[in-house]
């Protein structure tokens, strides 16, 4: 089935840095991704949605300017936290549209602890 | 996209089946359920998803009442690694569109022995 590879699996940062997140779709075209974010014993919320070769669409309350996506190519989407704080970190998942099947796949996540 | 209810959680002896339940009652005629599973520290795996048949794959069944406001997720036999929080998600489009995914709160199956 379609895998989407997500990178790092988990990482910690100082404060003030930026923390970059990959995730790859290995065998098929992701022209849409969603992006995640879990924190303990809470649900998935949606963050963004980024589409290929334009501008991603930011779900009420989150911070574009903070959280920047880019959508490069049909196989790359990366979200990336910048000016990280301890409040930022979480559980961050990025999903795919798998269209020739039937649902949606999604990395493996990626912890972030700012410290 | 309907809105959906589930239990907080829910215990199954292992070897025995699941049945989680999900109450979808404004649910629209275009809309699909879905249901996915998360186990911890992990991206959440689909399982099946359903319009208004009966739906069964390797993994499990999906029963759908007839007037489509609420559904059952069966595992048949429920194994420990069946651990995980299930998400019951509706959504309007089925295969094939790439509308998004709301998340609920889920119920947190515990498999015990």
């Known amino acids: 089935g379609a895998v989407v590879s997500q990178h790092p699996s988990w990482v910690i940062c100082k404060s003030g840095t930026s923390v970059k997140i990959e995730c790859r779709s290995l065998?098929?075209?992701?022209?849409?991704m969603f992006w995640y974010r879990q924190f303990p014993k809470q649900s998935l919320m949606l963050m963004a949605t980024?589409?290929?070769?334009?501008?991603?669409?930011?779900e009420q309350g989150v911070e574009k300017d903070k959280f920047l996506i880019n959508h490069a190519s049909l196989t790359l989407s990366t979200l990336t936290v910048t000016s990280a704080h301890p409040e930022d970190s979480s559980f961050y998942i990025c999903?795919?549209?798998?269209?020739?099947?039937?649902?949606?796949?999604f990395g493996s996540g990626t912890r972030l602890t700012v410290v | 996209d309907a809105k959906t209810t589930q239990p907080p959680s829910m215990d199954c002896a292992e070897g025995r089946a699941a049945n989680l339940p999900c109450n979808h009652s404004?649910?629209?005629?275009?809309?699909?359920v879905y249901w996915y599973r998360q186990i911890h520290s992990q991206g959440p795996q689909y399982i099946i998803h359903?319009?208004?048949n009966n739906e069964t794959n390797e993994m499990a069944s999906l029963i759908i009442t007839e007037d489509r406001k609420s559904s059952t997720l069966i595992l048949p036999h429920a194994t420990l690694r069946d651990t995980a929080v299930y998400y019951c998600?509706?959504?309007?489009?089925?295969?094939?569109?790439?509308?998004?995914?709301?998340f609920g709160t889920g119920t947190r199956l515990q498999v015990t022995l």
């Open positions: 065998d098929f075209q992701a022209t849409t």
């Open positions: 998600i509706v959504r309007t489009g089925g295969p094939g569109t790439a509308s998004k995914l709301t």
């Open positions: 404004t649910i629209s005629g275009n809309e699909y």
């Open positions: 999903s795919a549209p798998d269209v020739a099947n039937y649902g949606y796949t």
């Open positions: 980024s589409n290929e070769g334009s501008k991603a669409t930011y």
């Open positions: 359903g319009l208004k």
